[in-house]
């Protein structure tokens, strides 16, 4: 185990953090991956679609809808179209959709926790520059707004899209919406790619980054459940793991290279080999990692706001806004210290999240109630099989209902915000890098939820 935790990176300790050390005896287990494959895979991007994407004949992703427009130059005999058609209607020898179901059930049996944990988790990808320029040069979590928080949201909206369909394979609604998502990610690299200076040392959104983020979802929260005192069964890791692997084919990682080929155990090794290859904050992180708990304040404050009696409080827009403004650092206080208890206080420091003695009794206690309320509910409702799959079944019907009602138009990722030549950032990372993190950096924080 002294192998693969002996802090010598950044990254390394934030998975030794995160894993826990039932965890990390798993991954002792497993030989690292060399550096030169995950280099490989940043360098990688997704032939099928970019090479589509290259020879598309008057396409508009303002205007056009994605999937009608490759079908149609797909019949129409354009050679990338119907290669890429073909590819994504095609349901590779191993997939085994009853296990696929399973997996999907498994999702609804930890739908809370696994929610909770997505937004914290989502900070290790802000430690990694490279997801942090795309991000900042998107403008998709550039700053703690209602646009931060709704872009988090849509992410949770597709995951329990997909979970929740019944028919997922070609030509379902979870289908079209990771096909999309797809195509969201090509143009977005195609730009940046276009835009960004040519001593770029990575491919925007690269393979290493799509397994990361399939990881993030679909492992992490399972490697963090040990610590959590969640119990999970190795048939639920697995057959999650395997929906997870047929949902990277279609998001177009190569079989060769999905994280979760080789079973869910090494997938866990994979995702501890990755965190610790891509993390390396710098400033560009502070601004990212305070747009996402941030901008989760603001959409939560908003939230509030929506449900307060209208006939008690005033609802002029300025009044409104002046309410929401109030609310968003107490939210932002009790999300900081969730995630110092869940990512770590190392990673925290440095991104400059308000230090557990600066943050008030009341947040803490809040926080700390709100967490375990979540675990305990957790546990409680997998003790007995039938109360399991009931209220998996409830939950399932539950979130399928705010979805719809959240999302009256499935959304057709459009990617309107135009990729910026430069990433420009107002902040300074904290001298000596990760490990020089100080303290007084929240300094820097309330300097973001203010603007």
């Given at each position: 185990m002294?192998?693969?935790?002996?802090?010598?990176?950044?990254?390394?300790?934030?998975?030794?953090?995160?894993?826990?050390?039932?965890?990390?005896?798993?991954?002792?287990?497993?030989?690292?991956?060399?550096?030169?494959?995950?280099?490989?895979?940043?360098?990688?991007?997704?032939?099928?679609?970019?090479?589509?994407?290259?020879h598309a004949v008057d396409f508009n992703p303002k205007r056009d809808d994605i999937i009608e427009k490759l079908r149609s130059d797909a019949a129409a005999g354009h050679p990338q179209a119907k290669?890429?058609?073909?590819?994504?209607?095609?349901?590779?020898?191993?997939?085994?959709?009853?296990?696929?179901?399973?997996?999907?059930?498994?999702?609804f049996r930890f739908a809370e926790i696994f929610q909770m944990l997505f937004l914290f988790d989502s900070l290790i990808g802000t430690g990694a520059p490279d997801f942090s320029k795309v991000f900042l040069a998107t403008g998709y979590l550039a700053n703690p707004s209602k646009q931060s928080f709704k872009r988090l949201v849509e992410t949770i909206h597709w995951v329990v899209n997909i979970m929740a369909d019944e028919e997922l394979g070609p030509g379902s609604d979870a289908w079209a919406a990771t096909v999309r998502v797809r195509f969201l990610h090509a143009a977005v690299r195609r730009r940046l790619a276009a835009k960004w200076a040519a001593?770029?040392?990575?491919?925007?959104?690269?393979?290493?980054?799509?397994?990361?983020?399939?990881?993030?979802?679909?492992?992490?929260?399972?490697?963090?459940?040990?610590?959590?005192?969640?119990?999970?069964?190795?048939?639920?890791?697995?057959?999650?793991?395997?929906?997870?692997?047929?949902?990277?084919?279609?998001?177009?990682?190569?079989?060769?290279?999905?994280?979760?080929?080789?079973?869910?155990?090494?997938?866990?090794?994979?995702?501890?080999?990755?965190?610790?290859?891509?993390?390396?904050?710098?400033?560009?992180?502070?601004?990212?990692?305070?747009?996402?708990?941030?901008?989760?304040?603001?959409?939560?404050?908003?939230?509030?706001?929506?449900?307060?009696?209208?006939?008690?409080?005033?609802?002029?827009?300025?009044?409104?806004?002046?309410?929401?403004?109030?609310?968003?650092?107490?939210?932002?206080?009790i999300f900081t210290h969730m995630a110092r208890e869940i990512v770590g206080d190392e990673f925290c420091d440095f991104v400059g999240f308000p230090n557990n003695r600066d943050i008030p009794l009341l947040h803490k206690v809040i926080a700390r109630v709100g967490l375990s309320g979540v675990i305990v509910a957790t546990r409680v409702l997998r003790v007995v099989p039938p109360v399991r799959d009931v209220t998996g079944k409830l939950r399932k019907g539950h979130y399928k209902r705010k979805n719809t009602k959240n999302q009256r138009n499935q959304p057709k990722n459009q990617n309107k915000h135009i990729p910026a030549d430069r990433v420009e950032v107002k902040v300074e990372a904290p001298s000596g890098g990760p490990s020089g993190a100080r303290s007084g950096d929240s300094a820097r924080a309330a300097a973001f939820i203010e603007e």
């Open positions: 002294s192998n693969r935790f002996n802090a010598t990176s950044f990254g390394q300790r934030v998975v030794a953090h995160i894993a826990g050390p039932k965890v990390q005896k798993l991954i002792a287990r497993f030989p690292r991956t060399p550096a030169d494959t995950l280099r490989e895979l940043s360098l990688a991007g997704d032939d099928t679609v970019d090479a589509y994407l290259e290669a890429l058609w073909s590819e994504l209607n095609t349901v590779p020898e191993w997939v085994d959709f009853a296990r696929v179901k399973r997996g999907q059930k498994v999702f001593d770029e040392v990575v491919f925007p959104i690269n393979q290493e980054q799509n397994c990361a983020t399939i990881l993030s979802i679909c492992v992490n929260p399972f490697m963090q459940f040990p610590s959590l005192g969640i119990r999970s069964s190795k048939e639920e890791r697995e057959d999650f793991g395997h929906a997870w692997r047929y949902i990277g084919y279609l998001l177009g990682i190569p079989d060769k290279w999905n994280p979760l080929r080789n079973g869910f155990d090494w997938a866990i090794s994979f995702s501890a080999d990755i965190v610790a290859h891509i993390m390396n904050p710098d400033e560009h992180a502070i601004r990212v990692a305070n747009a996402v708990l941030g901008g989760a304040a603001v959409g939560l404050s908003d939230i509030v706001e929506r449900l307060r009696p209208t006939f008690v409080f005033s609802q002029l827009p300025a009044k409104k806004k002046k309410r929401i403004e109030n609310l968003t650092p107490f939210f932002f206080k």
